[in-house]
């Protein structure tokens, strides 16, 4: 079973979440900026990307300079920030129990759903 953090306002969400109907596979629909992931969340979900927090951290968002965020910040401070500024999380990503992939570009989701 997959999970798809969306965005519906987002175009590259919307792409994604097309691939994901496409590759016939069950996955649960999370619209992210309305049900966050909260600070446990997010550390499980870097382990999965296998990534530093800035790699998938919008950081061009106004919401990274209000929590006080530069490029070299923590993981800890950035996925922090990021359970209070749900905004500030790249998407689409798309993970199971074990991993997880960012769906820039939608290549990535094409690819990891048809490995399993």
């Not at 800890?76 to 769906?103: N, Q, T």
């Amino acid at each position: 079973m997959y999970t798809y953090l969306h965005n519906p306002r987002c175009s590259k969400s919307r792409t994604g979440l097309k691939n994901m109907k496409e590759g016939k596979r069950k996955y649960e629909l999370r619209a992210y900026l309305i049900n966050p992931l909260d600070y446990d969340d997010l550390v499980d979900l870097q382990k999965k990307l296998n990534i530093p927090a800035i790699e998938f951290t919008r950081t061009w968002e106004k919401e990274f300079s209000q929590a006080w965020l530069t490029k070299d910040s923590s993981d800890d401070e950035i996925l922090k920030a990021m359970a209070k500024f749900p905004k500030l999380m790249e998407r689409p990503i798309v993970y199971d129990e074990r991993w997880a992939v960012i769906g820039r570009p939608e290549e990535n989701i094409i690819n990891f759903i048809k490995k399993k």
